[in-house]
Antibody, heavy 121, light 107 residues
Framework: QVQLVQSGGEVKKPGASVKVSCKASGYTFRNYGISWVRQAPGQGLEWMGWISTYNGNTKYAQSLQGRVTLTMDTSTGTAYMELTSLRSDDTATYYC??????????????WGQGTRVTVSS | DIQMTQSPSIVSASVGDRVTITCRASQTVSRWLAWYQQKPGKAPDLLIYSSSTLEAGVPSRFSGSGSGTEFTLTISSLQPDDVATYYCQQYNTYSWTFGQGTKVEIK
């Protein structure tokens, strides 16, 4: 079965960086893109960016441009999200999301379990 | 970015009631609209994609409709397990954008 298993929670100080991993299993990694979505406590969902697992192309949310970097390791089927210059309002649960482009357009279907990142001095 | 507006923010209904949630897009998203259910402490679960296609394993009491800029999610007979927050999401263009969520409660 399809699984996206994310790394554990992190506590960081303002100005630091965090790197979250998302290991895929149960399908061919390179056939499905990965997006990252975050959710601040008690808030809604915010798309952060996308990476093509086929060729590594990326797209980023304008609000995070310059601070977020998406990468991948096709040998292990793992996607990574790195966020730099952390601020208190980056405190959130971060999700990786698989997208399935066989459903007409590229539809998000499976989500990781989430990684809680807390930014606090 | 395309703005997604959901209404209502909270709906309180009795078991067995019909519940309808509306999602409006600031510009057309064709039929590329998904609905999710999220329970506290969990990741969202896909319910419906392409506006009206039920994801495998989702109970048939859930249905979706609409195209362009107006969409609805309907729960035909509300069950206790349906207590959750529901989000719409457009995937017509990056950035994906989400509605602000509708909390469904049992009266």
């Amino acid at each position: 079965q399809v699984q996206l298993v994310q790394s554990g929670g992190e506590v960081k100080k303002p100005g630091a960086s965090v790197k979250v991993s998302c290991k895929a299993s149960g399908y061919t990694f390179r056939n499905y893109g990965i997006s990252w979505v975050r959710q601040a406590p008690g808030q809604g969902l915010e798309w952060m960016g996308w990476i093509s697992t086929y060729n590594g192309n990326t797209k980023y949310a304008q609000s995070l441009q310059g601070r977020v970097t998406l990468t991948m390791d096709t040998s292990t089927g793992t996607a990574y999200m790195e966020l730099t210059s952390l601020r208190s309002d980056d405190t959130a649960t971060y999700y990786c999301v698989r997208e399935d482009c066989s459903r007409g357009s590229c539809c998000p279907d499976y989500w990781g379990q989430g990684t809680r990142v807390t930014v606090s001095s | 970015d395309i703005q997604m507006t959901q209404s209502p923010s909270i709906v309180s209904a009795s078991v067995g009631d019909r519940v309808t949630i509306t999602c409006r897009a600031s510009q057309t998203v064709s039929r590329w609209l998904a609905w999710y259910q999220q329970k506290p402490g969990k990741a969202p679960d896909l319910l419906i994609y392409s506006s009206s296609t039920l994801e495998a394993g989702v109970p048939s009491r859930f249905s979706g409709s609409g195209s362009g800029t107006e969409f609805t999610l309907t729960i035909s007979s509300l069950q206790p397990d349906d207590v959750a927050t529901y989000y719409c999401q457009q995937y017509n263009t990056y950035s994906w954008t989400f509605g602000q969520g509708t909390k469904v409660e049992i009266k």
